[in-house]
């Protein structure tokens, strides 16, 4: 049962107060009904929020989370989130999180980290690295890239790829004022994207 996991759990790393401790976690995780049950009838949010309740059941001073809230439904994300700041904000535990979901992220992190394909790209907090992701690029292919073009480009900022131009935007209302400017120059626009 879920109950006979955390006290083996508890058992082995000699947890003080177990049966207490047992029914923290088991309510932190809304999983207290769960108790008695079989892990192998356990739906699979209920086993991820079992599984947390069992990583969470020493007090870890560090503890490694991958995707901790995916499969799950809406609610009960919202639930595990609530408890992993609670265990960090109580008991000061550092927790690594690696995840996709930017809810995740964004409501559990002090600090993030993109990777790509095991490099670093970018660390910062949430707010600073958001302000970098909200970021467009805008793409215009034009039939042949005369100097008022590129001149336009540089000015803007932007890279140019052959016949492609690729500007960032930051407020939507600038991709109107770029357009306009591109259609005072002398070139043909093949395609636009954003």
């Known amino acids: 049962t879920v109950e006979e996991n955390l006290r083996v759990f508890a058992k082995i790393y000699d947890v003080e107060n177990r049966k207490e401790k047992i029914n923290h976690v088991l309510e932190l995780f809304e999983i207290s009904d769960l108790r008695g049950k079989k892990i192998y009838h356990l739906s699979a949010g209920q086993k991820t929020r079992a599984n947390l ?3 969470f059941i020493n007090q870890p001073e560090i503890l490694l989370l991958d995707e901790a809230t995916a499969g799950l439904d809406p609610h009960i994300a919202d639930v595990t989130r609530k408890a992993i700041r ?49 970021i467009k690029v805008l793409e215009v292919t ?8 590129r001149g336009l480009i540089d000015h803007l900022d932007g890279e140019l790829d052959g016949s492609t131009a690729r500007v960032k935007i930051e407020q939507e209302e600038h991709i109107i004022e770029i357009l306009d400017s591109i259609s005072e120059i002398d070139v043909t626009v093949i395609d636009i994207c954003l």
């Open 86 to 134: 609670q265990i960090n904000e109580e008991h000061d535990t550092t927790i690594i999180i690696t995840s996709h979901d930017m809810e995740d992220i964004d409501s559990l992190s002090d600090r993030m980290m993109f990777l790509h394909q095991g490099k670093i790209l970018r660390t910062g907090t949430p707010r600073e690295l958001k302000k970098d992701i909200h």
């Open 142 to 149: 034009v039939d042949e890239v005369n100097d008022d073009f």
């Open 53 to 55: 309740a069992k990583s």
